[in-house]
Nanobody, 126 residues
């Protein structure tokens, strides 16, 4: 069992930056692929970014490429999402997720993850 707690959300003006953190406890953090997803009311949870267990491989949804950076610090059991050049359409609840499931279908699907945080709200004003 892994417990995930997100922090760092808030209200920011368009063009600003936020850094989300995801603190993990429980099992060995370095064994899990980590991902970030976001969700707005009435819409499905959307993949944002994922990072491999070593941190050597990352993946992003096209809409955030060049603006967001996912990273992890296995010594601190924490994953991060640095968000720059924020846009109003980035407003959502952001969720951290962990996966211990091997998959050939990639980690850009919510179904690939077996642990989720409670979410943190990000609001970008225009």
């Amino acid at each position: 069992q892994v417990q995930l707690v997100e922090s760092g959300g808030g209200l920011v003006q368009a063009g600003g930056s936020l850094r989300l953190s995801c603190a993990a406890s429980g099992r060995t953090f370095s064994n899990y692929v980590m991902g970030w997803f976001r969700q707005t009311p009435g819409k499905e949870r959307e993949f944002v970014a994922a990072i491999s267990v070593s941190g050597g491989s990352t993946d992003y949804v096209d809409s955030v490429k060049g603006r967001f950076t996912i990273s992890r610090d296995n010594a601190k059991n924490t994953a991060y999402l640095q968000m720059n050049s924020l846009k109003p359409e980035d407003s959502a609840v952001y969720y951290c997720a962990a996966s211990s499931r091997p998959t050939s279908s990639g980690y850009n699907r919510a179904g690939a993850y077996n642990y989720w945080g409670q979410g943190t709200q990000v609001t970008v004003s225009s």
